[in-house]
């Protein structure tokens, strides 16, 4: 059976540097990990390493619904690529591409079969770019 990739990308207005440890620190994934202003991110464990492994709690804020969102990293390559496959064992893959003060952060998922492409693809964007604008309106 093939598997349908998506791929969803925005270019961060900073260096790779600030985008890799905003990507990849508990306390600002807390802050950005959301695809709707009424889900939120109250907790979050990442061991950014091949073999270690990530989960965060992502829950509507009325307490309605809630699922935590975890799996094993395969490649850590900082600055460059994570790699990883989730605990139901979809892989992703996220590439990070600094040109000076600006990152494009790439990431291309397996797609699950309960939802429709185009919900997924809408979803992991809006994540993706409520990473870019807290990460380009927040100072270190």
């Not at 619904?65 to 490649?75: C, L, S, V």
Request: net charge negative; hydrophobic share 35%; charged share 25%.
């Amino acid at each position: 059976m093939q598997t349908t990739k998506i791929t969803v990308a925005a270019t961060v207005q900073a260096p790779v540097e600030k985008v890799w440890k905003y990507w990849t620190e508990p306390e600002h994934i807390m802050k950005w990990n959301n695809a709707s202003e009424d889900w939120h991110t109250p907790s979050a464990e990442n061991d950014v390493r091949a073999g270690g492994k990530f989960v965060t709690r992502m829950e509507a804020k009325d307490g309605s619904a809630g699922f935590d969102f975890g799996g094993t990293y395969d490649e850590v390559t900082p600055h460059k690529v994570l790699a990883y496959t989730m605990d139901d064992g979809r892989k992703v893959t996220i590439t990070f591409e600094g040109r000076g003060n600006e990152t494009e952060v790439t990431e291309t998922f397996d797609a699950e079969a309960a939802h429709p492409i185009e919900f997924q693809q809408q979803g992991w964007q809006a994540i993706v770019n409520h990473f870019k604008t807290y990460t380009e309106q927040t100072d270190d």
